[in-house]
C-alpha cells in the first residue's frame, strides 16, 4: 500500500536529512578504530586481467590474486 506524502512534507524532510548531514563528524570515542573499507566494497573478480567490475562508480582494477574468493566462485 502507498502513502501519499505531500510535496511539502517531502521537501522538510530532505530539508532536515541535509541538515543532519552538514553536521560535523563526532571525534572518535577511546579505543574506537576504523575498519577497512574494502571488504565492504567486496564483489566478484571480473577478468581477465586487471578486474573490471566497477562499484560505487569506481573501477576495481585490482589483480585477481587481490580478491577474496568464494568456494564454487568461477573467474
Known sequence: MRV???KRDLLRRIEALEALHRQPTPPPLDGQQAINVGHIRHHTYEGP??????TFGQQCGAHRDEHQHIP???G
Open 49 to 54: 586481467g586487471a578486474c573490471r567490475a566497477e
Open 72 to 74: 564454487g566462485q568461477t
Open 4 to 6: 501519499r506524502v505531500s
